[in-house]
Structure formats: C-alpha cells, structure tokens
C-alpha cells in the first residue's frame, strides 16, 4: 500500500500547524490512509514538495506548487469544517 506524505504548513511552523498536524493525522487515521504528517513553515513549502502527495496550509500560499493545496482555516476557526 502506497505511503502518501502531506505537508502541514503555516507561517512559522509552530502554532497553527501544530493544532492542523494533529488534526490531519487524526483524520487520516480514522480513513484507513497510510500517510506521514510533516509539519513545516510555508517558506520551505517549496523545497519539500518533491516527495510530497499534499499541502495543507494554515496561511495564504505565496505561489503555486506542483501538488495540490488546501487551505485548512476551517480546522482552526471551525467555520465550514464539515
């Protein structure tokens, strides 16, 4: 079964990414997806897309990246999460 790898990133990759990291995790989990939860800044984004299956963001993305991206500001205002 593949491994997938998600990267969870916000401004300083600390805070926000910490509360989305395990909430992604958790959601993964209760899936059935095998994946690796890497929590990161969004300026390093860029040189860690390679390998990497999805962006989860808690911050506007500054460009456009070769995988696909989400903007996770539901997982941490509540707003629209379902």
């Known amino acids: ?11 300083a990759g ?4 910490t509360v989305v ?6 959601l993964l989990k209760d899936n059935s997806i095998n994946a690796e939860v890497v929590q990161c800044k969004i300026a390093e984004v860029a040189s860690r897309q390679e390998g990497a299956d ?5 911050t506007i993305l500054p460009t456009t990246y ?4 989400l903007s996770a500001t539901s ?3 509540g ?3 379902e």
């Open 14 to 17: 600390i805070a926000t990414s």
């Open 79 to 81: 707003i629209g999460m």
């Open 66 to 69: 070769s995988i696909p991206a």
């Open 21 to 26: 990291c395990e909430r992604v995790e958790n």
């Open 1 to 11: 079964m593949k491994k997938y790898t998600v990267l969870v990133a916000c401004g």
């Open 54 to 58: 999805l962006i989860v963001s808690t």
């Open 75 to 77: 997982y941490i205002t």
